[in-house]
């Protein structure tokens, strides 16, 4: 009886050492999924070193808050609070974690808060709220007096559908359309073996309603392309693209796939 029961827990658990590495595998992809923007945004609040104006991110808006350099007072907690919502709910922010350090490094002293667009809003009204102390945002597009005399920030929500910060998109043209974040008045090019890695024959244009975010539309051919944006001098992988290959120098490049018919190329 007990070298049946032992006979059995062996073979369940040489099954489960099979089927370990599927299970991994599914976990992995299934965590990956729909974090194209996540990624994006990671990136961009990693080169953040002071608060910007409120940006359009996606289907969502992020705002972000720093203290002023000079000051010596430690801020502890950062939360914003909106108009539409009667300034009921704060919602917190978090601090910036520039991984990118060495170990035991501390934070970048900027706080970011990422909500969804508010449906039905055609701007958006709201104050921070800096360790209890209710104030505009420092960085804020722009400020009005409501009635009651209360000085408040304003958002203004661009008009029509989400904004696509896919990259890259194909259009129905059969264009492709390439996006890259960065700080604003960057210069970010586009390099790929559409044009034999020339890192200043497509310059990257900046939008004028979003600052920081750059795009390129160009055609090509159908096929397997490989490409990378040149920033600083330095080839940069698409961070919303999560096909990627290897060029002989060792640099990590993205990847693009033209079929016969139009398809969003990333994944």
């Not at 449906?119 to 009204?125: C, F, H, N, Q």
Request: hydrophobic letters at 40%; glycine letters at 8%.
């Amino acid at each position: 009886m007990k070298g049946n029961i032992f006979h059995a827990l062996r073979l369940l658990f040489s099954f489960f050492l099979l089927l370990s590495p599927v299970l991994v595998s599914w976990a992995q992809e299934e965590a990956t999924k729909g974090n194209d923007i996540d990624m994006a945004l990671h990136v961009w609040l990693q080169e953040l070193r002071s608060a910007e104006s409120p940006k359009i991110y996606g289907d969502s808006i992020v705002f972000t808050y720093a203290p002023n350099r000079f000051s010596e007072r430690q801020i502890r907690s950062v939360g914003i609070a909106f108009a539409h919502e009667s300034y009921q709910t704060i919602h917190p922010f978090q601090r910036v974690v520039d991984t990118g350090k060495e170990e035991g490094a501390e934070e970048t002293g900027v706080f970011f808060c990422l909500l969804p667009i508010p449906p039905g809003e055609e701007e958006v009204k709201y104050r921070l709220i800096i360790d209890g102390l209710w104030m505009v945002d420092p960085v804020s597009i722009a400020t009005e007096r409501e009635p009651s005399g209360l000085e408040v920030s304003v958002l203004p929500l661009p008009k029509g559908s989400v904004l696509s910060f896919k990259s890259p998109e194909l259009n129905r043209e059969g264009k492709v359309t390439f996006r890259y974040r960065a700080s604003s008045g960057s210069r970010i090019y586009l390099a790929g073996s559409f044009n034999d890695w020339d890192p200043f024959m497509y310059r990257m244009a900046e939008s004028r309603d979003i600052p920081g975010l750059f795009t390129i539309t160009l055609p090509l051919p159908e096929g397997t392309h490989y490409y990378a944006f040149i920033r600083n001098g330095i080839c940069v992988a698409d961070p919303m693209n999560n096909r990627m290959a290897s060029k002989s120098s060792g640099e990590l490049v993205s990847v693009v796939r033209i079929g016969a018919k139009p398809s969003i190329a990333s994944r």
